[in-house]
């Protein structure tokens, strides 16, 4: 009976250290965290995406991309394997806006637009759509 009680403990104890503070980011978004980091810091923003876990998950609406909850954003698999590079870096970013920088939705063309903006747009004038996001 004592030894059942001291699994037990032990068994709890390790479920509440590993889920205290524990962070998970899918390798595949690691660029991009340290893509959102560099430009904080170069465009004055003293903000940073490094408290976030960022995984690949279902969304509350399916056809959704990407969604942020509690500090947690969740990525649409489906959607992330057919998105091209700046595609993916605005997914993530639209995300950090409402997660990082605690953004609402715009109504022009936009990282905060409420569907992901043109990637040619963005790229086009990029240092422009950044400014206007970390201002
Ligand atoms: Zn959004």
Redesign the pocket.
């Known amino acids: 009976m004592k030894t059942l009680i001291l699994i037990i403990f032990v068994l709890f104890l390790v479920t509440f250290l590993s889920a205290c503070g524990h962070r998970t980011v899918d390798v595949s978004f690691q660029p991009y965290v340290a893509d959102f980091n560099a430009d904080a810091v170069r465009l004055g923003h003293s903000k940073k995406a490094d408290s976030l876990s960022i995984v690949f998950g279902k969304m509350d609406v399916a056809e959704t991309c990407?969604?942020?909850h509690d500090g947690m954003i969740t990525i649409n698999k489906d959607c992330w394997d057919v998105q091209t590079d700046t595609e993916r870096k605005i997914t993530l970013y639209?995300?950090f806006?409402?997660c990082v920088l605690g953004k609402s939705?715009v109504e022009t063309e936009d990282i905060?637009y409420?569907t992901r903006m043109n990637a040619v747009v963005f790229e086009g004038n990029a240092d422009h759509y950044l400014e206007r996001f970390f201002e």
Do not use: N
Request: charged content about 10%; overall charge negative.
């Open positions: 990407g969604q942020c639209h995300e806006g409402h939705h905060m409420p």
